[in-house]
């Protein structure tokens, strides 16, 4: 609609955004102190299979929930046609991502990745322009430079403190670009899905068990046959050194936050769009930057910050704050429209979205279940074909001329019988009257 929002609070994107970023930012510190602790081998991979095994499990008690307290929805079908396309692809991107993602943390380090990781924000602008169209305003354009400059900072002080002996962290920095891609495709996908009726339940899930599956067959070839090695011994040992309740507390903490993570992933993306979600990421990466620091510097030198590390942290803020509060595009254009105008326009769209309410409702009272896009399209059009040719109808019998009445036919003359009959009865009828008379 075209009214005025210019603060995050005003569309209810704040809390989203607080809750990802804070319980982000224990989830990969808990991640890294697993990871520093060695409770199994490296090759497991099991940062990958306890997030998505925790996605699932978050997912289905939150389900059990909302069913326990009599929140009833129409059942939904599977999206077809493009959204089924995407929705099916979407697991895909989210793997990658995450793969990429942490084969870099062990690769270089926690902060090398989450300073590297704030390509994320000109690669999912980039690719938001190449696939959606999508355009950006002034205000957002600056705030999102603010946010480069803050990572260049950063990544210049990584980069220059590589002794001759280390070199460019090559490896390190490609698998995090190929994480940004993955992470931004993430985004564009759930965005568009969102915008074509899908719940963010739904992508979760989807995400969720098809990680799970494939981390599953992963495990199944390379870590099966070694388990007791790879496994069992190192987390004996890591569990005694910590302490089994200290080990517990972790892993289960750990799983929390990335349920609670997870689940404000498609709130800011229905809100904000995808390049919010960005935003937030790379504002996270900060704050983890500065924790880490603060909690593990004393075991990584890598994790230790630095004066180039601060200003890198306050600019990447900073420009993520200024992006919040922008107008958006499509607002910048609503402050050139004149007021009474917007006022029309809105009334009008208004109008248009009851209406298109009142076609859902129909469809679902018909079929049971709320449309996808596709099935809604194809049903408004069989309405439009039905209408025209009820109108059709009514202009060709409105145009056909109606049958003239004919007219009375005029009587007969009478037979030349019948008037001597009664010329003859006129004769009788007089001479009786003389007769009278006489």
């Not at 899930?205 to 599953?216: K, L, Q, V």
């Not at 800011?268 to 930057?289: H, K, P």
Request: aromatic residues 6%; contains cysteine; glycine residues 8%.
């Amino acid at each position: 609609r075209y009214q005025t929002r210019t603060m995050a609070v005003d569309n209810g994107l704040l809390a989203p955004l607080a809750m990802f970023i804070i319980a982000g930012a224990y989830y990969f510190l808990s991640a890294q102190r697993i990871i520093n602790e060695d409770f199994v081998d490296a090759s497991v991979r099991q940062m990958v299979g306890l997030m998505y095994i925790s996605d699932v499990g978050f997912n289905l008690v939150a389900s059990r929930l909302s069913k326990s307290k009599g929140k009833k929805k129409a059942s939904k079908k599977a999206p077809t046609g493009t959204p089924g396309l995407v929705l099916n692809l979407l697991p895909l991107t989210d793997l990658v991502g995450l793969v990429c993602a942490f084969e870099a943390i062990r690769l270089a380090g926690s902060g090398f990745h989450q300073t590297v990781g704030g390509a994320s924000i000109p690669i999912s602008c980039l690719l938001n322009v190449l696939i959606t169209g999508k355009v950006f305003s002034t205000g957002q354009l600056t705030g999102i430079s603010i946010v480069i400059i803050g990572l260049a900072v950063k990544a210049k002080a990584l980069l220059d403190s590589n002794d001759d002996a280390t070199g460019f962290p090559a490896l390190a920095v490609t698998h995090v670009l190929v994480s940004c891609v993955g992470y931004a495709l993430r985004g564009i996908a759930m965005e568009y899905l969102s915008d074509n009726g899908v719940d963010g339940r739904t992508m979760t899930m989807r995400m969720g068990i098809t990680g799970a599956a494939c981390w599953g067959a992963y495990t199944l070839a390379f870590t099966a046959s070694d388990f007791g090695a790879k496994v069992i011994e190192p987390f004996s040992e890591a569990s005694s050194r910590v302490g089994v309740v200290a080990s517990f507390a972790l892993y289960a903490s750990h799983a929390l936050s990335r349920g609670f993570s997870s689940g404000t992933i498609t709130q800011i993306v229905q809100i904000g769009g995808a390049t919010a979600l960005s935003l937030a990421q790379v504002t996270r990466a900060s704050i983890i930057i500065l924790l880490s620091s603060v909690a593990f510097c004393g075991v990584d030198k890598r994790q230790c910050l630095d004066a180039y590390g601060a200003a890198s942290a306050a600019l990447v803020i900073a420009g993520s704050a200024y992006y919040g509060n922008a107008k958006s595009f499509e607002e910048e254009l609503d402050d050139l429209i004149d007021p009474v105008v917007a006022d029309e326009m809105d009334s009008v769209i208004g109008e248009a979205e009851e209406i298109l309410e009142e076609l859902v409702d129909l469809y679902v009272e018909e079929h049971g279940s709320e449309p996808t896009e596709d099935e809604f399209l194809a049903w408004t059009e069989s309405l439009k074909r039905a209408g025209a040719e009820a109108e059709r109808k009514v202009s060709k019998k409105a145009a056909t001329p109606k049958k003239a009445t004919p007219a009375k036919k005029p009587k007969k003359a009478a037979p030349a019988k019948a008037k001597e009959t009664k010329s003859k009865a006129k004769e009788t009828t007089t001479t009786r009257r003389r007769s009278a008379r006489k």
